[in-house]
C-alpha cells in the first residue's frame, strides 16, 4: 500500500528479482499515474518507470468487504510495506499488531515522515520538506547560490526506497534464521539526515565541537563544473598522484612541494577554494575534448558535462545496455532504465509491465479462494480494469 516514489521504487527493486508483488490501490489509483506525459488516462510516465513486475488490486478499504479481503489477502503474505499513517491504519484495523495476529509470519514496514517520538510525529511529509529539513537548499547557497533552492531529483525518496529495500531484505533473513517476524518503521527525515550528516559532521563529530559542521571541500563555491574554451568538463583532482599529474601538465612539476597549500590531503581540504580556483584560471585554456583527452592519459579522472539529452547518447550507457526497450500491451513501446548492479546468476528480468489500475483485482482474489462471480463482483466495485 504504497504510491509515488519512495515505496515503489523498494518494492520494484524486489519484483525484478522475481518476488509477487501487490500493489493494493485505492479506487483513484497511485497519484503517479497522472503525471504526463501519458498515453492512456492512468498511465503516466513516472508510474510506467516505478511500477513493472507487479499486480495492482484496486480496494476501497471502507467497505467492510472490501477491508476483509485485504485481511485474507494479508494472510498469504510475506511483507506489508505501507505509506499510510500509523493512525489510519489502526483505524483500518491494519496496524502491525492486529495483522500480526492475522499472520504472525507476517514482516510490516512502514514508510512515514518522520518516526515515533518525536513532536513531527505523524506529520504529512514529501520530498521538498525533507530536503528542506536536511539543509540541502541551504547547503546550495553556502556553494553559491543567490537563493536556497532544491535539487530536481526526487534524491530523498529514491534513498529511502533503497533503506527499505535493505530493511526487507534484512527482516526477512532474520525470519529465516529465527523464525521471527517483525515492524519496521523507516522513517524519510532521520533516513535523510544520516545521509546528509555522514558528509557534514565536520567539528560536530567530537563532543565538545573542535569546529563548525561541514565538509569544507565540498562546500566551496568553486566545486563545479570546469569551463573550457568550448564548453564544460567535471574533473576531480583528488589524490596527490592526480596533483602531481596536474603539476606536470601545467609546467609546475613540484606544485605539492612549492605551495603548502596543495601538500597533501588535509592541506587541500582546509583550502579548497584556492585548489579548486587553481583549476578553474587553467581550464579555459584547452577544449573540452583536449582536457579528456589530456586527463584520460594522466590518469585524472574526468568526464563531460552531460544535459538530460545528451545522456542518452551516452557510449557507455549504451554499450552495456543500461536503456531497455520493451513493449506494454496498452501503451506501446517503453524506454526504461535496468537495474545497475550486474548479476552472474540472478539477474533482474521483466516479467509483467505495468499494470492498469486494477487490472489484477479478480485475479489475486481467486487466487486466496474467492469465487470467480465474487471476484469479478468486487473488481467491478472498486473501478477495476475491465478483464
Known amino acids: 500500500m504504497t504510491q509515488t516514489v519512495m515505496g515503489p521504487s523498494a518494492t520494484q527493486m524486489l519484483g525484478d528479482h522475481g518476488a509477487d508483488i501487490i500493489k493494493i490501490e485505492s479506487p483513484a489509483g497511485d497519484t503517479t499515474r497522472q503525471v504526463p506525459p501519458k498515453k492512456s488516462a492512468d498511465m503516466g510516465c513516472a508510474y510506467l518507470q516505478l511500477n513493472r513486475n507487479k499486480r495492482s488490486v484496486v480496494l476501497d478499504l471502507k467497505r467492510p468487504e472490501h477491508l476483509q479481503a485485504m485481511q485474507e489477502l494479508l494472510k498469504t503474505a510475506d511483507i506489508f510495506i505501507y505509506t499510510f499513517r500509523p493512525e489510519a491504519m489502526s483505524r483500518l484495523g491494519l496496524s502491525p499488531e492486529q495483522v500480526g495476529a492475522l499472520n504472525p509470519d507476517l514482516i510490516t514496514v512502514s514508510l512515514v515522515g518522520f518516526g515515533q517520538g518525536g513532536p513531527y510525529t505523524g506529520r504529512p511529509v514529501y520530498e521538498d520538506l525533507i530536503q528542506g529539513l536536511t539543509a540541502v537548499p541551504s547547503l546550495l547557497m553556502q556553494t553559491g547560490s543567490p537563493e536556497p533552492h532544491y535539487v530536481p531529483v526526487a534524491f530523498n525518496d529514491r534513498a529511502v526506497g533503497l533503506f527499505a529495500a535493505c530493511a526487507m531484505l534484512t527482516a526477512l533473513f532474520h525470519r529465516a534464521q529465527t523464525g521471527e517476524a517483525q515492524h519496521i518503521e523507516v522513517p524519510m527525515f532521520e533516513s535523510m539526515a544520516q545521509f546528509v550528516l555522514g558528509d557534514h559532521m565536520g567539528g560536530r563529530a567530537f563532543d565538545p565541537p573542535t569546529g563548525p559542521p561541514g565538509y569544507p571541500r565540498?562546500?566551496?563555491?568553486?566545486?563545479?563544473?570546469?569551463?573550457?574554451?568550448?564548453?564544460?568538463?567535471?574533473?576531480?583532482?583528488?589524490?596527490?598522484?592526480?596533483?602531481?599529474?596536474?603539476?606536470?601538465?601545467?609546467?609546475?612539476?613540484?606544485?605539492?612541494?612549492?605551495?603548502?597549500?596543495?601538500?597533501?590531503?588535509?592541506?587541500?581540504?582546509?583550502?579548497?577554494?584556492?585548489?579548486?580556483?587553481?583549476?578553474?584560471?587553467?581550464?579555459?585554456?584547452?577544449?573540452?575534448?583536449?582536457?579528456?583527452?589530456?586527463?584520460?592519459?594522466?590518469?585524472?579522472?574526468?568526464?563531460?558535462?552531460?544535459?538530460?539529452?545528451?545522456?542518452?547518447?551516452?557510449?557507455?550507457?549504451?554499450?552495456?545496455?543500461?536503456?531497455?526497450?520493451?513493449?506494454?500491451?496498452?501503451?506501446?513501446?517503453?524506454?526504461?532504465?535496468?537495474?545497475?548492479?550486474?548479476?552472474?546468476?540472478?539477474?533482474?528480468?521483466?516479467?509483467?509491465?505495468?499494470?492498469?489500475?486494477?487490472?489484477?483485482?479478480?485475479?489475486?482474489?481467486?487466487?486466496?479462494?474467492?469465487?470467480?462471480?465474487?471476484?469479478?463482483?468486487?473488481?467491478?466495485?472498486?473501478?477495476?480494469?475491465?478483464?
Request: with cysteine; proline share 8%; hydrophobic share 35%.
Open 218 to 387: 565540498t562546500l566551496t563555491p568553486e566545486r563545479r563544473p570546469y569551463k573550457t574554451s568550448d564548453g564544460y568538463i567535471c574533473a576531480i583532482i583528488y589524490t596527490d598522484a592526480h596533483w602531481r599529474s596536474f603539476g606536470k601538465i601545467i609546467g609546475r612539476p613540484d606544485l605539492l612541494e612549492e605551495d603548502e597549500r596543495f601538500r597533501d590531503l588535509g592541506t587541500r581540504t582546509v583550502h579548497a577554494n584556492a585548489t579548486y580556483a587553481l583549476v578553474r584560471s587553467i581550464m579555459p585554456s584547452r577544449t573540452t575534448q583536449e582536457w579528456l583527452q589530456i586527463f584520460a592519459d594522466a590518469d585524472v579522472p574526468a568526464t563531460p558535462l552531460h544535459t538530460l539529452e545528451s545522456i542518452f547518447d551516452d557510449p557507455h550507457l549504451n554499450a552495456t545496455g543500461f536503456f531497455e526497450r520493451t513493449e506494454h500491451p496498452t501503451e506501446g513501446t517503453l524506454l526504461t532504465v535496468r537495474g545497475p548492479a550486474n548479476w552472474s546468476k540472478t539477474p533482474p528480468q521483466l516479467r509483467r509491465a505495468a499494470p492498469h489500475r486494477g487490472e489484477h483485482t479478480a485475479e489475486v482474489l481467486q487466487e486466496i479462494g474467492y469465487s470467480e462471480a465474487d471476484a469479478q463482483k468486487m473488481a467491478a466495485a472498486g473501478g477495476s480494469w475491465p478483464t
